[in-house]
């Protein structure tokens, strides 16, 4: 597709790093926007933002890098050079969770209020990477497909491997996009009839957990196996559904106990 989006005086804008950045920009405008309407400082949420961002980016690299660590022995200043990809999803999703969550217990704030509040601008920022980033890229590609909706790339810079150039494949990362932006209008819609703080936060860890775990049968890569034949995108996505029940557990538990709710 178009994995530089633009060049002046040789220096490359990669498309991949302006979706990234756009999709953090927006959400923390959102996100800041809806916060007085929840009882949060919109202050303390863009204070938040730099540790969201660090939380993210050391997160997924960390993540990839431990996952293609045989492909950086050699050449270890290779993983430094994020802006060719290489930003693993629930390495970046529990960075930004641990180092957001340390802020914002520091300063007093509920933390499932708090990740209530976050959640939906995380679906619609997700669908932004994915679309305008990874898929532009051409990482996080798909299997070869039959079907009338499959992409074919050509452009020699992005990160489809050469026995992939050329050949329709499924277009993963719009399907990734679209779970995202469902996600993003669902959480919209039952946020104002929530009983109970990080109810918000539980359905999206349950509803994503299950998405992600069904797209990465479509996945491209090879080498992704982690336990008999799921990948270590899908037991992390267990993972994931179970913590999304966890924390259901716990709002519904909390509710239960506050004053004229029993």
């Known amino acids: 597709m178009y994995p530089v989006l633009f060049e002046i005086w040789g220096l490359k804008f990669h498309t991949y790093g ?45 993540a990839f890098i431990i996952e293609h660590i045989h492909e950086y022995r050699q050449y270890p200043l290779e993983a430094l050079k994020i802006w060719k990809g290489g930003l693993v999803l ?19 704030i509920p933390l499932l209020k708090y990740y209530d509040l976050l959640t939906p601008y995380v679906g619609l920022g997700y669908a932004i990477h994915r679309a305008g980033g990874c898929f532009m890229a051409g990482c996080c590609y798909g ?22 150039m050329g050949l329709k494949l499924h277009p993963t990362q719009l399907y990734e ?34 998405n992600r775990f069904i797209i990465e049968y479509f ?13 270590t995108v899908q037991v992390e996505s267990i993972f ?18 506050q004053p004229g709710n029993k």
């Open 240 to 257: 994931l559904f179970a913590l999304g029940l966890a924390v259901f557990l716990i709002a519904r538990r909390k509710h239960g106990t």
């Open 143 to 164: 299997k070869p497909t039959d079907q009338s909706w499959g992409v074919v790339f050509h452009d020699r810079r992005s990160l489809i491997p050469d026995e992939l």
């Open 219 to 231: 996945r491209g890569e090879k080498g992704r196996e982690l336990w008999g034949s799921l990948t």
């Open 18 to 62: 302006v979706a990234m950045a756009t999709a953090f920009i927006v959400g923390i405008w959102l996100c800041s926007r809806r916060a007085p309407k929840e009882g949060i400082d919109p202050n303390l949420v863009v204070d938040a933002a730099f540790w969201i961002f660090v939380g993210t980016l050391l997160g997924g690299r960390l």
């Open 90 to 108: 629930y390495g970046g999703f529990f960075g930004a969770i641990a180092l957001a969550g340390i802020f914002v217990w520091t300063r007093k």
């Open 177 to 210: 996009a679209l779970s995202g932006l469902s996600l993003f209008i669902l959480l919209l819609l039952v946020r104002g009839k929530k009983k109970a703080d990080g109810e918000l936060t539980a359905l999206f860890f349950l509803i994503f957990a299950v």
